[in-house]
């Protein structure tokens, strides 16, 4: 079993205002869910290797995910000045995806072995390599909850955490899978 408070303690040091255990039985891999990646309302869909179908067909990433038990969901919660402020939307996911690659190089040398899934696209490289050369970076290639087919609001549900946070509120939320 994970040491869950010190991963938590360490996932708020790194900068998540929330920080939960994850059960990975609760996660469920949907087509409906890689269906909405197809119908491409992001631009991504088919650009970059951590998008469908670049990072896998629904049946091998199952197979991906059951080889873990335990994770860590961590989650960042921006404030809007209204419903329309998209600066602050994009300085909270800024601020996500810092922590995000951060914490990932915290845990790599403790889980070598670990699933980070976070939330967008693979933005690693100015311009991915796809679908021409292989990944540059494949330990640090990192897809979307959504790109491996999760609900994110039925997986926060059913791990103890809230996914909305009121009127003029955005969060981002993603994942670690440990072993
Ligand atoms: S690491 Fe670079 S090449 Fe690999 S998926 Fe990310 S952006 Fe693309």
């Known amino acids: ?62 197979q991906q995910v059951a080889g873990y038990t335990e994770g860590i969901l961590v989650q960042s919660v921006g404030e809007l000045e209204d419903e329309m402020d998209g600066e602050a939307m994009m300085e909270t996911e ?13 845990l790599l040398p403790q889980y070598p072995g670990l699933l980070a899934l976070g939330a967008g696209c693979c933005t690693q490289c100015k311009a991915c390599t796809y679908p021409d050369a292989p990944c540059r970076f494949p330990k640090r290639r990192v897809s979307s909850m959504e790109a491996y087919g999760m609900l994110v609001l039925q997986i926060c549900k059913d791990n103890g955490m809230r996914y909305y946070y009121g009127p003029c509120t955005i969060s981002y939320t993603s994942c670690f899978l440990l072993k």
């Open 1 to 62: 079993m994970l040491e869950y408070s010190a991963l938590i303690a360490a996932g708020e040091a790194a900068g998540f205002q929330h920080v939960a255990p994850l059960k990975v039985s609760t996660i469920e891999l949907r087509q409906e869910v890689r269906d909405m990646c197809a119908a491409n309302s992001c631009g991504k869909y088919d650009k970059n290797w951590s998008c469908p179908p670049g990072c896998g067909s629904l049946e091998d990433l199952r």
């Open 94 to 106: 800024r601020r996500h995806k810092a922590n995000f690659y951060r914490f990932l190089d915290e």
